[in-house]
C-alpha cells in the first residue's frame, strides 16, 4: 500500500489550500481514508476522516473550514482547507488502515504566515 501526498505550500492567513493523496495498491473504496497533522514540537493529530460509505468527521480545530473528499474511482483523497490561520501550519499526512496495518503518505508542509 501506498500514500503520495501533495498540494501543501506557503499561504497567508485567510487563505486556502487543496490536498490532494493517491493511494495505490489496496482496495481503496473499502477503506475509511484520514488526514492527520502534525506541528513542530507536537503530537500527530486527526484533522479529518471519511468513511468508505462517505460519513464525515472533522476534529473541532476544523469544523467549518475543512472539507474532507475521496475519489474511489481514482483512488484519490482530498483535505480541501479554507480559512487558514498561522495555527493550521503543520506536516500534513494522509492515512489508511488496511488489513490491520496503518498506512500513511510521506507528509506535505502547509505554512501559513500571518
Known amino acids: 500500500v501506498q500514500l503520495q501526498a501533495s498540494g501543501g505550500g506557503l499561504v497567508q492567513a485567510g487563505g486556502s489550500l487543496r490536498l490532494s493523496c493517491k493511494v495505490s495498491?489496496?482496495?481503496?473504496?473499502?477503506?475509511?481514508f484520514d488526514w492527520y497533522r502534525q506541528a513542530p514540537g507536537e503530537q500527530r493529530e486527526l484533522v479529518a476522516s471519511?468513511?468508505?460509505?462517505?460519513?464525515?468527521n472533522y476534529a473541532d480545530f476544523v469544523k467549518g473550514r475543512f472539507t474532507i473528499s475521496r475519489d474511489n474511482v481514482y483512488r484519490m483523497g482530498y483535505l480541501q482547507m479554507n480559512s487558514l490561520t498561522p495555527e493550521d501550519t503543520a506536516v500534513y499526512y494522509c492515512?489508511?488502515?488496511?488489513?490491520?496495518?496503518?498506512?500513511w503518505g510521506q507528509g506535505t508542509q502547509v505554512t501559513v504566515s500571518s
Open positions: 471519511i468513511s468508505s460509505g462517505g460519513d464525515e
Open positions: 492515512h489508511l488502515r488496511s488489513r490491520g496495518m496503518d498506512f
Open positions: 495498491g489496496t482496495n481503496f473504496k473499502i477503506n475509511t
